[in-house]
């Protein structure tokens, strides 16, 4: 989120990485241009050509694959990204039984760590291990040494399991470095970038993930800077922020117990529109990878909805990149965003929401307190996605939906409403600190309380604005929610459970 409202490693090689990658051993690939090219907007900034890289360290940056898993629409799938030009070979067990398989290669590109060999592939839902077979990648693979890769414990043979039993929340990481001003530390210093604290807390703490979930924005970076690693911003890069190596540095590096230790669920945020990161996110996160998505004349700024099963968990993905609050990309700008969205939410309510538990994942959030006006109401976000809400065919948001999560704001928050309406609305729980620059404070919970947001009077109200992590429990019969912060301790006020749809009672 840029902030409108308020102030605010493996091998090293021993060359130059430009001249480690030849033509020899990269085929030139014309869909490599868009990831590399300007465009991108900072906090301090407008869109236009990105500004030249700062001084390089002399170190050239590591040869490395990072190799991680995602739940995507029907099923699981094991990721690679690699500097070599082939894929590496996937030994999936299931029980006894090790097979071998040749993973499949999606695209690949001149220039590593510009951009990167992708390589997919699905896992069946029996699988009870996986790991990449090092011997067949030419490079490192990290985040574990021997290519292990988390599975979905929910559902393998004999597991007690329905759904994950641990999900940790994370959003709005990244190091924010704006194209004129103070930029964050990009090193994990107490006051600084605190997104390594945060990710290796949330790997332990209060207990390691079966899931993470993270709500968006992963690339902060008006431009490259070559720390705290020379993937971004080092000799033989590129000069644009929006490649593989400044996601490597902002977030695979900082995060990568979290990788190690469970499946991800990414979010799409506002710093990956087209007009920013979005070859990025598309290349290598999004549910299906795509190096066109971003391409002239029609950029997929408006991606549609996707359930994505996590056991009898069914998460709702919402693009909400284009719902922001400040000023947008032309891609956003130049197209009917309301008219979009109450198209969208109809598909989730009429298509995509299921009997069993349903859970809506929106970087923006529907609704979300980030401040108080003079007479003492809220002031709230998102008008546009609201206003979407209530032009579908149902006013609202389907009742089997149980909760949102979002991101954007740079604080944690739990936010339900009166249930005593008619009115139905979900709790919306927001966890946008968990590296970037946090927005500050400036009301009391407890004054709003009774006060409305979009026409519906606040029921509790949790707002910390603390670097950290959420954490949703299962207890068999609901979910718990807590907020931990950046070294893995409980922050007070913030244990609570659901109960339909409030969080009463939190202590």
């Not at 014309?30 to 090219?37: D, S």
């Not at 009917?336 to 349903?358: C, D, I, K, P």
């Not at 519906?456 to 604005?465: E, P, Q």
């Not at 949703?472 to 922050?491: A, E, K, P, S």
Request: hydrophobic share 35%.
């Amino acid at each position: 989120m840029e902030r409108r409202y308020v102030a605010r490693a493996g091998f090293v090689a021993g060359l130059l990485l430009a001249a480690v990658l030849t033509s020899a051993t990269f085929a030139p690939d014309p869909a490599a241009e868009p990831e590399g090219r300007s465009g991108g907007r900072g906090d301090g900034g407008g869109y236009g050509p990105t500004p030249p890289p700062t001084s390089p360290p002399p170190s050239a940056p590591p040869q490395e694959a990072w190799a991680w898993t995602q739940l995507i629409p029907g099923g699981t799938q094991v990721r690679v990204a690699t500097p070599a030009a082939t894929c590496p070979i996937l030994v999936v067990t299931t029980g006894t039984q090790v097979v071998r398989h040749q993973m499949v290669l999606e695209s690949t590109v001149a220039l590593y760590p510009t951009t990167a060999t992708v390589c997919t592939r699905r896992v069946a839902g029996t699988a009870t291990a996986a790991r990449i077979d090092a011997a067949t990648s030419p490079v490192p693979v990290r985040p574990d040494a021997g290519g292990a890769v988390p599975l979905p414990n929910w559902t393998q043979p004999g597991s007690a399991a329905r759904r994950p039993a641990n999900i940790a929340l994370i959003g709005d990481t990244g190091c924010r470095i704006p194209a004129a001003g103070t930029p964050q530390a990009c090193t994990p210093q107490p006051q600084d970038w605190p997104f390594r604290r945060v990710a290796n807390s949330a790997a332990a703490n209060p207990v390691p993930p079966n899931l993470v979930v993270h709500l968006g924005d992963y690339i902060y970076r008006s431009r490259p800077g070559p720390t705290p690693s020379p993937l971004c911003g080092g000799p033989g890069t590129s000069p644009s922020m929006h490649t593989w190596g400044c996601l490597v540095a902002d977030f695979f590096q900082p995060a990568a117990r979290l990788l190690a230790q469970a499946p991800f669920v990414f979010v799409r945020g506002n710093h990956e529109t087209c007009g920013r990161s979005g070859d990025v996110w598309f290349r290598y996160l999004a549910s299906t990878p795509s190096t066109t998505a971003c391409g002239a004349p029609n950029p997929q700024d408006f991606s549609p909805p996707v359930r994505v099963a996590a056991g009898t968990l069914d998460l709702l993905l919402m693009d909400t990149s284009c719902a922001s609050d400040e000023s947008v990309p032309p891609s956003c700008a130049q197209a009917q965003r309301s008219a979009r969205y109450t198209a969208q939410f109809n598909e989730v309510n009429n298509s995509l929401v299921q009997a069993g538990e349903n859970f809506l994942l929106s970087h923006t959030p529907i609704w979300a307190v980030r401040g108080q006006t003079p007479a003492g109401n809220p002031v709230w976000i998102d008008g546009i996605l609201s206003s979407a809400v209530a032009a579908t065919s149902l006013g609202i948001l389907d009742r089997r939906i149980d909760l949102v999560l979002a991101g954007h704001i740079h604080l944690y928050q739990m936010l339900t409403f009166d249930t005593s309406t008619q009115f139905h609305r979900p709790p919306v729980v927001t966890v946008g600190s968990s590296g970037t620059e946090l927005d500050p404070k400036t009301w009391q919970d407890s004054d709003l309380i009774g006060k409305p947001v979009d026409g519906v009077a606040i029921g509790d109200l949790v707002t910390r604005s603390e670097f950290g992590y959420g954490v949703l429990r299962d207890t068999g019969t609901t979910w718990n929610l807590r907020f931990f912060d950046q070294f893995g301790t409980r922050v007070p006020g913030t244990n609570c459970n659901l109960v339909g749809a409030r969080f009463p009672n939190c202590g």
